[in-house]
């Protein structure tokens, strides 16, 4: 069992910037892969980006290239988002992911936070 906690998240106005943080309790092949998903009122959880336990290989949603970026520190066990450039519809909460590999967190089969809001006022 992997836990997670974020933190980072909160009030914003459009154009700024937010970094989420998420440190996962151990190291292991569960946390190999992280990630982060988001979930808007009234919305299913959509996938925002993902990296390999290297960090060499990235994977982001269509609707966050280019403002966002995803990181990891493994001698923390922590996994960042750099949130640039923020827009209203960013506002969700946000939930870090892991799991043993990328096909797993994209599936939603990996372990969960338990979410922080990010709110971006126009």
């Known amino acids: 069992q992997v836990h997670l906690v974020e933190s980072g998240g909160g009030l914003v106005q459009a154009g700024g910037s937010l970094r989420l943080s998420c440190v996962a309790s151990e190291r292991t092949t569960s946390s190999a892969a992280m990630g982060w998903f988001r979930q808007a009122p009234g919305k299913e959880r959509e996938f925002v980006g993902a990296l390999t336990w290297s960090g060499s290989r990235t994977y982001y949603d269509d609707s966050v290239k280019g403002r966002f970026t995803i990181s990891r520190d493994n001698a923390k066990n922590t996994v960042y988002l750099q949130m640039n450039s923020l827009r209203p519809e960013d506002t969700a909460v946000y939930y870090c992911?892991?799991?043993?590999?990328?096909?797993?967190?994209?599936?939603?089969?990996?372990?969960w936070g338990q979410g922080t809001q990010v709110t971006v006022s126009s």
């Open positions: 992911t892991a799991a043993l590999d990328i096909a797993r967190i994209i599936g939603r089969r990996g372990y």
